[in-house]
C-alpha cells in the first residue's frame, strides 16, 4: 500500500494568517500521462468530507481561490493563503494512483 | 446536481453481515464515474473501502477483501456494500462517495453521502 504521511497532524492559526500542510506518499503519484493522484479534501465538523484539490493542484468547483495546491512525485502541499474561520475542521490527502486508494491521516486545523 | 444517500441498519451483531446501500439521485449510476465506499471509525481518520464501475467491475482494498462485496442495481440507480464477519472493529461512519467521470483510478470524490453510522454490538 501507498503511506501517506501528513505534516503537521495539529494547526493553530490565526485568522487572515497564512497556513500550509505538507503531504509526503510512499511510492510517486506521477502517473504517465504527467497527472499527479493527489486529491485534498476537507472534513468539517460533524459534516462529510469535501473535495478541495484534485490532481494536485487543481481546485475543485466553487473552491475558494485562497485554497492551493502544489508538488508532483512524492510531496505535495496545500496552502491556504489567508486562514477564515470556516476552514477549521479536518485537512486529508488521498491517493488514487494505486488500488488500494490511502488517506493520510488528517490534520486539524483550529483557528487561535 | 449528484446526490447521494446511504441507508442500511444501525446495529449489527458480532459475525453477522453490515448491509448498506447508497441512492444515487440528479444523476446516472451508468455514467463514467467509479462509486466508492469509506468508512471512518469514531474519532479517526478515512478508510477506502471499494469500488464498483456500473459495468460490475470492483475493486476492493486488500485488507477487507475476503469479507466485502459491492454490487450495482441499475435498475434503481443504487450500489451497495457487503460486509462479512464484522467485530466491533468494523464499527464506523460509512460514506458512499462518487469518483470522477472519467477517471481511470475511480479518485476525485466530488460527491458524499451524509454518512450513515454502523454499531457493531451483541
Known amino acids: 500500500d501507498i503511506v501517506m504521511t501528513q505534516s503537521p497532524l495539529s494547526l493553530p492559526v490565526s485568522p487572515g494568517e497564512p497556513a500550509s500542510i505538507s503531504c509526503r506518499s510512499s511510492?510517486?503519484?506521477?502517473?504517465?500521462?504527467?497527472?499527479?493522484?493527489l486529491d485534498w479534501y476537507l472534513q468539517k465538523p460533524g459534516q462529510s468530507p469535501q473535495l478541495l484539490i484534485h490532481?494536485?493542484?487543481n481546485r475543485a468547483s466553487g473552491v475558494p481561490d485562497r485554497f492551493s495546491g502544489s508538488g508532483s512525485g512524492t510531496d505535495f502541499t496545500l496552502k491556504i493563503s489567508r486562514v477564515e474561520a470556516e476552514d477549521v475542521g479536518v485537512y486529508y490527502c488521498?491517493?488514487?494512483?494505486?488500488?488500494?486508494?490511502?488517506f493520510g491521516q488528517g490534520t486539524r486545523l483550529d483557528i487561535k | 446536481q449528484v446526490q447521494l444517500q446511504e441507508s442500511g441498519p444501525g446495529l449489527v451483531k458480532p459475525s453477522g453481515t453490515l448491509s448498506l446501500t447508497c441512492a444515487v439521485s440528479?444523476?446516472?449510476?451508468?455514467?463514467?464515474?467509479?462509486w466508492s465506499w469509506v468508512r471512518q471509525p469514531p474519532g479517526k481518520g478515512l478508510e477506502w473501502i471499494g469500488k464498483?464501475?456500473?459495468?460490475?467491475?470492483?475493486n476492493y482494498n486488500p485488507s477487507l477483501k475476503s469479507r466485502v462485496t459491492i454490487s450495482v442495481d441499475k435498475s434503481k440507480n443504487l450500489f451497495s456494500l457487503n460486509l462479512t464477519s464484522v467485530t466491533a472493529a468494523d464499527t464506523a461512519v460509512y460514506y458512499c462517495?462518487?469518483?470522477?467521470?472519467?477517471?481511470?483510478?475511480?479518485?476525485?470524490?466530488?460527491?458524499w453521502g451524509q454518512g450513515t453510522l454502523v454499531t457493531v454490538s451483541s
Open positions: 490532481l494536485g493542484s
Open positions: 464498483i464501475y456500473h459495468s460490475g467491475n470492483t
Open positions: 440528479g444523476g446516472s449510476i451508468s455514467s463514467t464515474n467509479w
Open positions: 488521498m491517493q488514487a494512483v494505486q488500488i488500494p486508494l490511502t
Open positions: 462517495a462518487r469518483g470522477a467521470g472519467g477517471n481511470p483510478f475511480g479518485g476525485v470524490f466530488g460527491a
Open positions: 511510492q510517486s503519484l506521477l502517473y504517465s500521462n504527467g497527472y499527479n493522484y
